[in-house]
């Protein structure tokens, strides 16, 4: 057989390929596109633990998965047979098309978003929430943008997937690129000549799209990242410099009238996890400029108390006031400030920094503030700066947090939860995640904030700080506050429980 190349060659510079090839690009980056938008929605919907979101989503997953494109097309191109007002969009084949496309790739690029959103670790959310923002906030923000990151490789082959896909289009007679190589060779019989051209047109399509993709990754991909150095601006420097001497006075005068009102009250709160008492009728009074540390053995329901308190953890009765007003539990519903508004005032600080991994130190600083508005661009930026300062960390603003040690990514993290002015500053086990040299760069932070009369209630294996820096020390035991005192009282106590644990940990 005589292969005629010169009608392949011929074929490359054909008007109605390239046209095909432009209609199979548009159809496959819609396609792409809002099947991705759409099934992310869907992949959230099946992700829910609410049944009216969960089983449609479920039973639509299901459905068109098991679905052949090829039968859905003619389904969907036909379907102004039944509902003739459909035709106005259905009469065109290339929308007949999309809509069929698009309702097929959405069940699929559901699954992968999923996986996605299921590799977000749990603390992303946790840290979004104990900022005060909301779940559609935690979504765009947070979990959005490092899902995607991390499902772009599936997402781009599946792009891959819908470009072959669209030759299937042909069967409703969409002029793409198979229909055009099909209408030449039953004309011309040459058919693997003019199916050469055909491949060729496929693969072109395939590798210009697979290579803007794989852009797009290492572009999103931040540990890829140079870290850019940080220059701060002699006119930033300066309103740095003025933010934190008039925070000084304000400090000051604030400590001079220092309010009845404890800043937090925690009345009889209870907690089970299963069968597990987990706490046990906890009430706790604190003041303003107290710093609490909080000591007791593992599984003693430390760290389950520090999350109660901000709502990261529900509790089965008792009740949380902030500032004397209802937070959590009973009457929480009463209260005027709404509880996403009451959560600013306690601000948070996690054992595993929870720092959100897609955005610089100053990013992640700024974050909350923006989202809730607070002042105008410039000032947010001042003020994280000064946050960032207070840390000891601002030549690091512009790095992100795989670019830091431990102890930076910490400090960062109590820079971002000082950034929304909380009354009170949780802290759970701050420094147990660090290595031992890191320990001490994030404890003077803490003593600093102490001393600056921040109130403060610390979760903390660190003994030395605990009864050097706290006022008070609570000492918990299976789910309850055993022992609430002062460190001369505690650490002069002849309470067996806890003279065995101050034995173990200082020995
Ligand atoms: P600590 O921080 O003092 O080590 P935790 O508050 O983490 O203690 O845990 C208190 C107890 O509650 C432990 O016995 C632990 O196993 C249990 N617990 C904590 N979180 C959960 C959970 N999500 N589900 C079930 N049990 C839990
Ligand atoms: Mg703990």
Not at 108 to 126: C, D, F, T, W
Request: contains cysteine; charged residues 20%.
């Amino acid at each position: 057989m005589d292969f005629d190349w010169t009608y392949t060659y011929s074929l490359l510079w054909d008007s109605d390929f390239w046209r095909a090839c432009w209609t199979v690009a548009q159809l496959s980056i819609s396609a792409w596109l809002i099947a991705g938008a759409v099934g992310f929605v869907l992949a959230l919907a099946k992700q829910s633990r609410i049944a009216p979101l969960n089983w449609p989503a479920r039973i639509y997953i299901w459905f068109f998965r098991s679905l052949p494109l090829l039968v859905l097309l003619v389904f969907v191109y036909n379907l102004p047979q039944v509902f003739p007002a459909s035709s106005i969009v259905l009469a065109s084949p290339f929308y007949a098309g999309l809509i069929a496309l698009v309702l097929s790739e959405t069940a699929y690029m559901a699954e992968i978003h999923r996986g996605g959103i299921l590799s977000v670790p749990k603390g992303q959310y946790e840290a979004g929430k104990a900022l005060g923002i909301r779940y559609s906030g935690i979504q765009r923000l947070i979990v959005i943008p490092q899902a995607i990151r991390i499902a772009l490789p599936t997402l781009s082959n599946e792009f891959v997937t819908i470009v072959k896909l669209t030759s299937l289009v042909s069967v409703i007679s969409l002029t793409e690129i198979l229909l055009v190589g099909q209408r030449l060779y039953t004309q011309n019989f040459l058919i693997f000549e003019t199916m050469l051209a055909v491949a060729f047109y496929y693969v072109l399509v395939v590798t210009l799209f697979d290579k803007a993709l794989i852009r797009l990754e290492s572009f999103l991909d931040v540990t890829q990242r140079k870290a850019r150095p940080f220059v701060l601006s002699d006119a930033d420097r300066k309103e740095v410099q003025a933010l934190r001497e008039s925070a000084i006075e304000a400090r000051e005068q604030r400590r001079q009238q220092v309010s009845d009102t404890p800043v937090l009250q925690v009345r009889g709160i209870n907690k089970h996890y299963a069968s597990h008492h987990a706490l046990q009728n906890i009430d706790l009074t604190v003041r303003q400029g107290d710093v609490i540390s909080i000591i007791g053995p593992s599984g003693s329901g430390k760290t389950s108390l520090i999350r109660a308190l901000n709502g990261l953890e529900t509790i089965d009765t008792g009740s949380v006031l902030v500032n004397g007003r209802h937070f959590l539990g009973e009457h929480s519903e009463e209260c005027e400030k709404s509880a996403a508004d009451q959560i600013l005032d306690i601000g948070m600080v996690f054992q595993s920094f929870n720092l959100f991994p897609h955005k610089t130190a100053l990013e992640n600083v700024m974050l909350a503030p923006t989202y809730h508005r607070r002042g105008s661009t410039r000032s947010r930026r001042i003020l994280a700066l000064s946050q960032l300062y207070k840390v000891g960390l601002i030549e690091h603003a512009n790095k992100y947090p795989h670019q830091l040690s431990g102890g930076q990514q910490q400090r960062v993290a109590i820079a971002r939860a000082l950034a929304m002015k909380p009354s009170i500053m949780l802290f759970d086990e701050p420094t147990s995640a660090l290595d031992p040299e890191l320990v001490s760069e994030v404890l003077k932070v803490l003593e600093q904030l102490a001393s600056e009369g921040m109130t403060m209630l610390i979760v903390t294996h660190e003994m030395q700080f605990a009864f050097s820096v706290s006022n008070r020390v609570i000492f918990m035991k299976d789910g309850a506050i055993a022992y609430d005192s002062t460190p001369e009282a505690l650490r002069n106590t002849e309470d067996p429980r806890v003279k065995d644990f101050l034995h173990q940990v200082m020995h």
